[in-house]
């Protein structure tokens, strides 16, 4: 009886313990250049608060803008433990469902300092919280998110590493290469029709002659959008040849998270 009451204790403590932990999710107001701006932070304040401080994560959206997709992916990197900040590109509930007016969006970004200053809002939004390690952070990135993650840390910012998913390619100048304090990885799909031989060979040459410290991953079969569990339906709707890829998607994720746990290694 008494080994009974003793494992029955233990398991309404263990209960506790986990009812106590919790996702926490919210809005963050913020601006940049006069444009009134809203992100999404996510982080489990059990594994935060275990941390002292958390390695901390920005996620930079797709073209859509801040929608429900880069929130959840927010909400997955705070299960890992990390404090995850979404970043809104365009505005406070600015987003869009039409290709011609989310190329119209982000077309005010590529090739201009705008899509690092606008980036680097949001870095700064999650480093304000006081809950991330400033030694260990990262960007990641999808489709144009990718290529924000990528001029983000050629300007320069305080990142450990960058991951971009299925996102533009920025090739690096020298100027970049002396800034950069990033490690990067790029999951690639194979076959992106958005993407071009030439475009990726012009990438990893700037890698190459800026020696980076880099890993270009393909992904055989893979679209764009290969990660996002509605590319089908935004497909189905708009006629973009994008498309979920179920393996690529699993692929990516791991390989992110190894990544993560090399770059966010405590040395002792």
Known sequence: MKLIRF???GLALCAAGMLSAKIVTKPVAYEHGGVKLEGWLAFDDEKVAAAKPAPGVLVLPEWWGLTEYPKGRAEQLAKLGYVAFAADMYGAG??????KKA??????FYGKPLMAER???GLDQLLATG???TGRVAAIGYCFGGAAAQVLAYSGAPLAGLVSFHGSLV??????AAKNHAKILVCHGAVDPFISAAEIAAFKKGMD???FDYQFISYAGAVHAFSNPGADQ???ATGLPIAYHKAADKRSWSHMRTFFNEIFAVKK
Do not use: F, N, Y
């Open 7 to 9: 494992l029955v204790a």
């Open 94 to 99: 600015v987003t869009t469902a039409d290709p």
């Open 103 to 108: 190329g119209e969006l982000a077309g005010q």
């Open 119 to 121: 980036a680097r809002a």
């Open 131 to 133: 809950l991330v390690d």
């Open 171 to 176: 090739p690096a100048s020298a100027e970049a």
């Open 209 to 211: 002659d800026g020696k």
């Open 234 to 236: 935004i497909a189905k």
